[in-house]
């Protein structure tokens, strides 16, 4: 199995800005696409962005698009959404997830998932 454990979450002001980083560990020697989820109270939970395990190809929901920034360190099995310009919109838990062969929004099936972090915009 792939344990996968996010921090990096808190409260902050419109327009900061705030780095999530999610940790990998178990059996990570494969090859992993990785992705990031966010949900809001009462809401289902909205593709945020993804990568592949080469990082050749990233994809970003429109919502986010030009604000945030996902890479990733394997050497380190680390995955990290850098955030800037949040809004209240932006106020949701925030999940990693991975999977060996599903990419972009349908990892939102993805065999492992994070706990999550908080991430509360507010002024």
């Known amino acids: 199995q792939v344990q996968l454990v996010e921090s990096g979450g808190g409260l902050v002001q419109p327009g900061d800005s705030q780095r999530l980083s999610c940790v990998a560990s178990g059996m990570t020697s494969t090859a992993l696409n990785m992705g990031w989820f966010r949900q809001a109270p009462g809401k289902e939970r909205e593709f945020v962005g993804a990568?592949?395990?080469?990082?050749?190809?990233?994809l970003y929901a429109d919502s986010v698009k030009g604000r945030f920034t996902i890479s990733r360190d394997n050497a380190k099995n680390t995955l990290y959404l850098q955030m800037n310009s949040l809004n209240l919109e932006d106020t949701a838990v925030y999940y990693c997830?991975?999977?060996?062969?599903?990419?972009?929004?349908?990892?939102?099936?993805?065999?492992?998932w994070g706990q999550g972090t908080q991430v509360t915009v507010s002024s």
């Open positions: 997830a991975a999977d060996r062969g599903r990419y972009g929004p349908s990892l939102l099936s993805a065999a492992y």
């Open positions: 990568i592949t395990w080469s990082g050749d190809s990233i």
